[in-house]
């Protein structure tokens, strides 16, 4: 076998694997969302086809002849990795959960085969270039270092550039073409190939995996780098939408009324932003995530004259926000993309009123924005008046809203919960809401607010039982921040 054709084979079925790896995450998080845990399990699972292809190509190698059976494992590769799209899109239209356990059944049905089948190419390739025994650890090492650098590349060009510009199941179709293409082309030269029909085979093998693909169910309306995104027109309210990002229902929308409020951590919040004084006063605001941008256009229309920053970090969700959500932009509602840890420490200290945290990635606060860090700079950048409210989901035993908690009191000397009884009970979860500021909080404003729209959180902060609430949770910091495993403790 050519020694340039060897190397071209070897990178090609290696940027393959990592392509599809990191595709992986994409194509799964409409039905398990974005955590530690998906990605473990999408790794796991692709190591685990590395291992038993790369074991059984290196016995199928010594048993026939190498050349041979290239053709057919990119072939086979096109194919397995074609049908990782319906294949996952069919079994999760049954809802197999979100655990540990769906996620690796999942990446296992979409990601093994393909992993398992392209890993064999690399001992078969080994087998065709040994003519030399004394040349074995040269040959086998150049081999491993192709791979490596294969490797690299796919991750570089999926994560940089192919999942930003391009649909995930278009980068999946493609690549499909593209391995079923080079199979047919090795069959017919290395393989010694005669006649046309493993070409037509391949060919209606391709174009039936195609329409399957094409034709399964497509959960996102939009797709980013980041999130499936879609909206829905909520049945109660004619004007009203609903963001969703990946598995999570994001934020919801009136396009007639942005002072209504759906969701009941938003009222929550609400009932904070009314207890600033003094009452009704335009407020400087600075937004930690956008989604559907429903409290910054809250803020502009309960409290005249306010501004409000907005950092979000998907391009995508501020499109759709503007093209199906309504969401105009001014000086008085400013949005700026990029990452919230470095949009905050680029703002000037003592310039807020109000700092709202609102981002997550899936369930999950994403961790660089709940450390001690983080908030030392929230810290910063308000008034020594100022407020920060923060957001958060969690299950029983809610140890991360326990240790985020901790971390706010680390660096504020005033800290509260407010949450539903059955949550601060810790027999419920869902959305939890945690204030912080320099000075003492308006608590019983916030439970009087809180009381006139007939709701019954709790509000426990430092003289209410806060000590208990927090009990022996860590502080977060950038060292150690184990958010997902804190949200969702192995069980």
């Not at 290196?58 to 194919?79: N, S, V």
């Not at 039936?208 to 309210?237: D, K, L, M």
């Not at 009222?267 to 407020?283: C, G, K, N, R």
């Not at 929230?378 to 035993?397: A, E, F, M, Q, S």
Request: hydrophobic share 50%; glycine share 10%; proline share 7%.
């Amino acid at each position: 076998m050519p020694p340039l054709a060897a190397a071209t084979v070897v990178f090609g079925a290696s940027a393959a694997i990592l392509v599809l790896e990191i595709l992986a995450g994409r194509l799964l998080a409409p039905y398990v969302g974005v955590t530690l845990e998906t990605y473990t399990g999408i790794i796991g699972t692709v190591l685990a086809g590395i291992s038993v292809g790369t074991w059984l190509g290196g016995r199928a190698a010594d048993t026939f002849d190498p050349r041979r059976l290239l053709g057919p494992l990119l072939i086979a590769g096109g194919i397995s990795a074609l049908l990782a799209v319906p294949l996952t899109a069919l079994v999760a239209s049954v809802r197999p959960g979100a655990g540990p356990v769906a996620i690796v059944f999942l990446a296992a049905l979409g990601f093994f085969a393909p992993a398992a089948i392209l890993s064999a190419v690399n001992p078969a390739v080994a087998k065709a270039q040994l003519h030399d025994l004394a040349r074995t650890g040269g040959v086998v090492g150049r081999i491993s270092a192709i791979a490596t650098a294969g490797a690299i590349f796919g991750t570089f060009v999926t994560g940089f550039v192919l999942v930003s510009a391009i649909p995930s199941r278009s980068i999946v179709i493609g690549l499909a073409i593209v391995l079923m293409a080079g199979g047919v082309l090795l069959w017919a030269t290395l393989g010694r190939g005669r006649g046309v029909t493993t070409p037509l085979l391949a060919l209606a093998l391709l174009a039936g995996g195609t329409g399957w693909a094409a034709a399964s169910p497509q959960p996102c309306q939009r797709e980013s780098a980041y999130f499936c995104i879609r909206v829905e027109v909520s049945g109660a309210r004619p004007t009203g939408r609903t963001l969703y990002l990946d598995t999570l229902r994001h934020s919801y929308v009136d396009l007639a009324d942005p002072s209504h409020l759906e969701f009941s951590y938003t009222q929550v919040v609400s009932d904070v932003m009314a207890a600033i004084e003094p009452a009704a006063a335009p407020l400087r605001a600075l937004h930690i995530g956008g989604g559907g941008f429903t409290l910054p256009r809250y803020l502009a229309a309960t409290r005249p004259g306010s501004t409000s920053l907005v950092l979000e970090l998907d391009p995508e969700v501020l499109a759709v926000a503007r093209d199906e959500l309504g969401l105009v932009t001014s000086e008085e509602l400013e949005v700026r993309l990029g990452d919230a840890r470095l949009g905050v420490a680029n703002e000037t200290s003592d310039s807020y009123d109000l700092v709202v945290g609102d981002a997550f990635g899936g369930l999950a606060v994403p961790w660089d924005l709940t450390t001690r860090e983080m908030v030392e700079e929230v810290k910063r950048v308000l008034h020594p008046t100022g407020i920060y409210v923060l957001n958060v989901i969690d299950y029983p035993p809610l140890g991360f809203a326990r240790a985020e908690t901790a971390t706010l009191r680390a660096v504020f000397p005033h800290v509260a919960v407010i949450a539903p009884p059955a949550r601060i009970a810790r027999r419920d979860g869902g959305n939890i809401i945690l204030i912080a500021s320099e000075t003492p909080l308006p608590l019983t404003s916030i439970l009087d607010n809180n009381r006139s729209r007939l709701d019954d959180d709790l509000v426990i902060g430092d003289q209410f039982g806060l000590d208990d609430f927090i009990g022996d949770a860590p502080v977060l910091t950038d060292d150690f921040a184990p958010v997902d495993q804190l949200l969702t403790p192995f069980r």
